[in-house]
């Protein structure tokens, strides 16, 4: 079974600065999806962004980027220049490239986020 | 922007009560699941569902949980016995298609059992 962790429970930044939200995996799968969702107190999750395995480049979303290690199992967010908005809680999650393993996602743990001014 | 939305958002019952979870996903959409998050710990995957019947689910799932597309619209969870362990916030989402389609929360329903 796939598990993923995200270490820091609580992180912050300060207004237009650069904070990097950790996210570890672990998968004997060659074929699989990261995301990263955000979590705002509205509670509705939004995709931020999403990795797949089989791609080399990093994905980037304006301000958001990730930093994908396949062999490290490692895949952490960057947000630059952070806003007030982009407070909230975000969550690391996997999902199998194959059908047969279906298309639930695993989640981490979560980083709540504070963005101070 | 289309969204799946969610009723009630906050839903107290004593235990041992029969709740149904109430969901709209997003119209075009075939895909459709639930998830739940006990307070403080990971959010967990239920069970998945398409063309009327479950494609997929997790040991949680078990058969006091069921789940039903009553019409074109609505998408239920049904938890037939509460049980205090079942407190928790309840997300439905919805996808297009299956594979490398994005899956599209709610805002989650509160369940509360007492």
């Known amino acids: 079974a796939q598990t993923v962790t995200q270490s820091q429970p609580e992180m912050s930044v300060q207004e237009a600065e650069t904070v990097t939200l950790s996210c570890t995996y672990d998968?004997?799968?060659?074929?699989?999806?990261l995301f990263w969702y955000k979590q705002p107190p509205s509670r509705q999750m939004i995709l931020v962004i999403r990795q797949e395995a089989y791609k080399q480049q990093n994905a980037t979303e304006n301000r958001f980027s990730v930093n994908f290690q396949k062999a490290a199992k490692s895949f952490s967010l960057k947000i630059s220049d952070s806003q007030l908005g982009d407070a909230a809680m975000y969550f690391c999650a996997y999902r199998s490239g194959y059908e047969t393993s279906g298309s639930r996602l695993t989640f981490g743990e979560g980083t709540q986020l504070t963005v101070n001014p | 922007e289309p969204e799946v939305t969610q009723t009630p958002s906050h839903q107290v019952t004593q235990m041992g009560q029969e709740v149904i979870l109430r969901c709209v996903p997003i119209?075009?959409?075939?895909?459709f699941y639930w998830y739940r998050q006990i307070l403080g710990q990971k959010v967990e995957f239920l069970v998945s569902f398409y063309n009327n019947e479950i494609s997929e689910k997790s040991e949680i799932f078990d058969d006091q949980f069921s789940v039903e597309r009553p019409d074109g619209s609505n998408f239920t969870l049904k938890i037939r016995s509460t049980k205090l362990e079942d407190s928790a916030m309840y997300f439905c989402a919805s996808s297009e298609g299956d594979g490398t389609y994005e899956q599209y929360f709610g805002p989650g329903t509160r369940l509360t059992v007492t």
């Open positions: 119209s075009n959409h075939l895909y």
């Open positions: 998968t004997s799968e060659s074929d699989y999806y």
